[in-house]
């Protein structure tokens, strides 16, 4: 059961949940998870699972991007270790630079140079708690220009290095 919560917590993040937000409901369902009793208390808690993560795709998909945005977070999601620029996204999804860099800013409020920076940094908070990478490490991985541009955007994003981060956090 475990492993569902972990595949579809996955899913859902794909599927454009915020991953903040799948891993609190991941949180949720492992501690309903763990206070079952019964056999059939589990089985129910199985099916809740996956709907649960389905049912907060569908509403943000829903409630929030047009298909377009939704394909570039997506994207954004499954390539975070990849290279990425306003042009290689818009390629990936086949529309114009312009037009989605448009329709990015109206529809989430960012720019979507701003929002690639949103998730890395996201994805560095994850990283330093989770892993003893050294910061140029997770620079790296996650594309940075450098050791400092990482830390400058990540205080910029967060309020706080990511060193001090990580001494609160891991």
């Keep these: 059961m475990l492993g569902t919560v972990l595949l ?4 859902a993040i794909n599927g454009g949940l915020e991953p903040d937000e799948a891993f609190m409901l991941s949180d949720r369902m492992i501690e309903s998870i763990e206070a079952a ?3 059939s208390e589990l089985r129910n808690r199985h099916v809740r699972i ?7 795709v569908k509403q943000i998909q829903e409630l929030r991007h047009s298909p377009h945005v939704l ?8 390539h975070l270790y990849d290279p990425l620029s306003v042009s290689s996204i818009s390629q990936a999804i086949h529309v114009s630079s312009n037009y989605l860099s448009v329709l990015f800013k109206e529809e989430t409020g960012l720019p979507l140079a701003r929002y690639v920076i949103r998730e890395r940094i996201r994805e560095a908070k994850r990283l330093l708690r989770s892993t003893d990478d ?15 541009h990482f ?6 994003t967060t309020g706080e290095t990511p060193t001090h981060y990580r001494q609160h956090h891991f």
């Design 71 to 78: 394909a570039a977070i997506r994207y954004i999601q499954q």
């Design 8 to 11: 579809s917590a996955r899913a």
């Design 37 to 39: 009793t019964s056999i």
């Design 50 to 56: 996956t709907v649960s993560f389905a049912e907060a």
């Design 151 to 156: 830390s400058q955007a990540f205080k910029q």
């Design 134 to 148: 050294s910061l140029l490490t997770i620079s790296n991985k996650l594309h940075f220009s450098s050791q400092s």
